[in-house]
T-cell receptor, first 111, second 112 residues
Framework: QKEVEQNSGPLSVPEGAIASLNCTYS??????FFWYRQYSGKSPELIMF????GDKEDGRFTAQLNKASQYVSLLIRDSQPSDSATYLC???????????FGAGTILRVKS | GAGVSQSPRYKVAKRGQDVALRCDPI?????LFWYQQALGQGPEFLTYFQNEAQLDKSGLPSDRFFAERPEGSVSTLKIQRTQQEDSAVYLC??????????FGSGTRLTVV
């Protein structure tokens, strides 16, 4: 079992729809959770981080964390073609300080 | 500087050649990480520095890989006797104690 798992996609949504990206992690003691966006040929860019159970909203983005289910998600409202990218989930495990990444989910927003 | 700077942006090496990749982190960031990203995969951890101390090198794939950060700022990742499987994008990230990891643009290494 990989430490951080994501569906590779591609996930296709129409412009204006809600895109839902999901991630599960193996270390129950993990404390910090991050979503990065990566355009083709570019480096990862931090979108959101979340530390506590529940929802955290920032503009069109909402991160959701459920530690009991070891599940973190990213919702993108009013999806735009410019949101088309690979979304990487990353976790800092309980005894560590390095980011452990999933393989990423490819999102395609069609106009 | 304003961001994490990596050089060179692209490197083509012949198999067996040694290469050195440079990372200049954000000023004041004590933590520095190196990652390797293969095509279609997420970044894989290589090594971590806190100031000049290399605290975790568990991700280095072989003894051909070596990293240093002698003065606690600029870091160099060296790969000796490069092999085709070393072809990847090498990403450097630095972080502030209050959190947040910022990545550089990466070095794309192609071994031919």
């Amino acid at each position: 079992q990989k430490e951080v798992e994501q569906n590779s996609g591609p996930l296709s949504v129409p412009e204006g729809a809600i895109a839902s990206l999901n991630c599960t992690y193996s270390d129950r003691g993990s404390q910090s959770f991050f979503w990065y966006r990566q355009y083709s040929g570019k480096s990862p860019e931090l979108i959101m981080f979340i530390y506590s159970n529940g929802d955290k909203e920032d503009g069109r983005f909402t991160a959701q964390l459920n530690k009991a289910s070891q599940y973190v998600s990213l919702l993108i409202r009013d999806s735009q073609p410019s949101d088309s990218a690979t979304y990487l989930c990353a976790v800092i495990m309980e005894y560590g300080n390095k980011l452990v990444f999933g393989a990423g989910t490819i999102l395609r927003v069609k106009s | 500087g304003a961001g994490v700077s990596q050089s060179p942006r692209y490197k083509v090496a012949k198999r067996g050649q040694d290469v050195a990749l440079r990372c200049d982190p954000i000023s004041g960031h004590v933590s520095l990480f190196w990652y390797q990203q293969a095509l279609g995969q997420g970044p894989e951890f290589l090594t971590y520095f806190q100031n000049e101390a290399q605290l975790d090198k568990s991700g280095l794939p072989s003894d051909r890989f070596f990293a240093e950060r002698p003065e606690g700022s600029v870091s160099t990742l060296k790969i000796q006797r490069t092999q085709q499987e070393d072809s990847a994008v090498y990403l450097c990230a630095s972080s502030h104690p209050r959190g947040g990891y910022t990545f550089g643009s990466g070095t794309r290494l192609t071994v031919v």
